[in-house]
């Protein structure tokens, strides 16, 4: 496929329908999976992944905003979808129409949803979020928001069908933190139930919930980052069979000699320390390759490593290939996955540039052509341009 493409994303659906398999078995039976696929699927492609998800187990979808649930609904995906963060009013309308389910985090929002649901005969469903800890969006958990659930619960055209909580260190070898969220979050609808109001699906775990905390699976669990084969954290690694789905390809585009002192990219910054071949990829930072890595990062070349040259520019980036015997204009070139023995990881790649594998994987631009493989042969290709 390199032949092809100047570079391109493959997300291998048998490895989605693997970590599926593998969260299934760790998740409590009674409780749902949701997939998250906001930011197009971490980055992998939230419609054709979707497909995929919701024909091996997912049972429903968590996206952060309304266009990406309209953009699921648009392609003919039923589940339930759930939009885990703010829409605005101008948006509330089509929210409503294409029955996705809206998270309630203040009264103006329930009251916005009920007036526009009961304008056009329609039903807003609702989950209600709860800050226990992350300090983000969410009611508090106390006497004024009880109050403020009930007022919501009286509202008309309104269905709460769901309360949740967010956990914010859930990754951690600690389990302090998380376990005061859950007793926030268990007291809390215990006094809403108390009072009367029964909310019958409730959620806090995302992955790291999931993995660590099987006594907060409830109703549902909000799987993102596990689905697409990564750990949420190095204290989480390997604590199931997890397997990356995605990788990068690209190919050389140009070879060439240089002698030893000849600077390399932008700025002079690396200069060949003896008479080197450096090889030209077309890849860059406008791919969301990150530019952090110059003069840092690797890519594999016939099974071996080739660390990055001086700066990566915009759409190219070099590459020393002087150690790898045989290489060739138009060889296969992997930025993240495996090849022959040798594998570089979105890990690998985050911890280089400060950051988490999430950042790396949301970040691959629209530029790069998602293909979808099974068994190794494409089964399906997106190109956003
Ligand atoms: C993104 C997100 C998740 C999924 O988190 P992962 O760590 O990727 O599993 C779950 N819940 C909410 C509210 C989110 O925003």
Redesign the pocket.
């Known amino acids: 496929m390199e032949k092809y493409y100047r570079v391109y994303a493959q997300v291998d659906m048998d490895s989605i329908v693997h970590n599926l398999k593998e969260i299934n078995k760790i998740k409590d039976s009674k409780s749902e999976l949701m997939a998250?696929i906001?930011a197009d699927g971490y980055g992998h492609g939230a419609i054709p992944v979707s497909k995929v998800l919701l024909n091996n187990g997912a049972d429903r979808l968590?996206v952060?905003l309304a266009e990406e649930g309209i953009a699921l609904r648009k392609n003919n995906i039923k589940a339930p979808i759930l939009i885990?963060g703010f829409t605005p009013e101008n948006q509330i309308l089509e929210l409503l129409k294409y029955d996705l389910t809206q998270t309630v985090f203040k009264i103006e929002m329930a009251e916005m949803l009920s007036k526009m649901a009961k304008r056009h005969s329609l039903t807003a469903k609702i989950h209600i979020k709860v800050d226990t800890g992350m300090g983000r969006i969410g009611f508090e958990p106390d006497d004024e928001s009880i109050k403020a659930i009930k007022h919501i619960k009286s509202l008309p055209n309104l269905e709460i069908e769901g309360i949740f909580t967010?956990f914010s260190r859930a990754d951690e070898i600690d389990p302090q933190y998380t376990d005061q969220q859950i007793y926030q979050f268990e007291n809390f609808i215990n006094t809403l139930e108390d009072d009367g109001i029964k909310i019958p699906i409730k959620h806090a775990s995302?992955?790291?919930g999931l993995l660590k905390f099987k006594n907060a699976h409830y109703e549902l669990t909000?799987?993102?980052?596990?689905v697409y084969g990564l750990y949420?954290s190095k204290d989480l690694n390997n604590t199931i069979h997890l397997k990356p789905s995605l990788s990068l390809k690209s190919h050389i585009i140009f070879l060439k000699k240089v002698k030893g002192g000849t600077p390399i990219s932008y700025g002079g910054t690396y200069i060949a320390s003896q008479d080197s071949v450096i090889a030209t990829i077309p890849v860059g930072y406008g791919d969301g390759y990150p530019r952090a890595l110059s003069s840092k990062g690797r890519v594999l070349i016939n099974g071996e490593h080739a660390p990055i040259v001086g700066r990566i520019c915009m759409d190219q980036l070099m590459v020393d290939v002087t150690h790898i015997k045989g290489v060739q204009d138009g060889d296969e070139v992997v930025l993240i996955g495996t090849q022959k023995n040798a594998q570089i990881t979105v890990d690998e790649i985050a911890h280089l540039t400060d950051t988490i594998n999430?950042e790396i994987l949301c970040g691959l631009g629209k530029r790069i052509p998602r293909v979808y493989t099974s068994k190794n042969h494409m089964i399906q290709s997106v190109d956003y341009f």
């Open positions: 998250i906001k968590g952060a885990l967010h995302n992955s790291a909000r799987v993102g980052i596990a949420p999430y």
